[in-house]
Nanobody, 121 residues
C-alpha cells in the first residue's frame, strides 16, 4: 500500500513537500513515480526515480521547479515542489513499478489514493 500526504493549499510562488510511505518491505525493489491529475484530463507523469535514487526524471513542463527523492530506509518517496503555480493544482499520486526502463514510460502497478494540491493565485 502507498499513502500520500503533504498536500494542501499553497499560494503561488510557495512550496509544498509531498510524501508517500509504502507498507511493503520491498520498497527498494520498485522504481517510483509521482503523477498528477486534473478533473476531466488524463493523469500525467510528474517525476520518477529508480530503485536507489541514482536516476531521476522530471516532466519537462516543470522547468526544474520540482524534485523527486526517496529514502529506502524509511520506505518513503518525496516530491519537493517549489515556485508553485495555479496550474499545478491537481490530485497528486505516487506509484510503484516492478519494471525497469525509462521512468516516464514504464507501467506502474501500484497506486496511492492521492493527495490534493491547490495553488491559489
Amino acid at each position: 500500500q502507498l499513502a500520500e500526504s503533504g498536500g494542501g493549499l499553497a499560494q503561488a510562488g510557495g512550496s509544498l513537500r509531498l510524501s508517500c510511505v509504502a507498507t511493503d518491505r520491498t520498497f527498494s525493489a520498485y522504481q517510483m513515480g509521482w503523477f498528477r491529475q486534473v478533473p476531466g484530463k488524463a493523469r500525467e507523469f510528474v517525476a520518477g526515480i529508480d530503485w536507489t535514487g541514482g536516476t531521476t526524471d522530471h516532466a519537462d513542463s516543470l522547468q526544474g521547479r520540482f524534485a523527486i527523492s526517496r529514502d529506502n530506509t524509511k520506505n518513503a518517496l518525496y516530491l519537493q515542489m517549489n515556485s508553485l503555480k495555479p496550474e499545478d493544482t491537481a490530485v497528486y499520486y505516487c506509484a510503484a513499478s516492478r519494471y525497469s526502463g525509462t521512468l516516464r514510460d514504464i507501467p506502474y502497478d501500484y497506486w496511492g489514493r492521492g493527495t490534493q494540491v491547490t495553488v491559489s493565485s
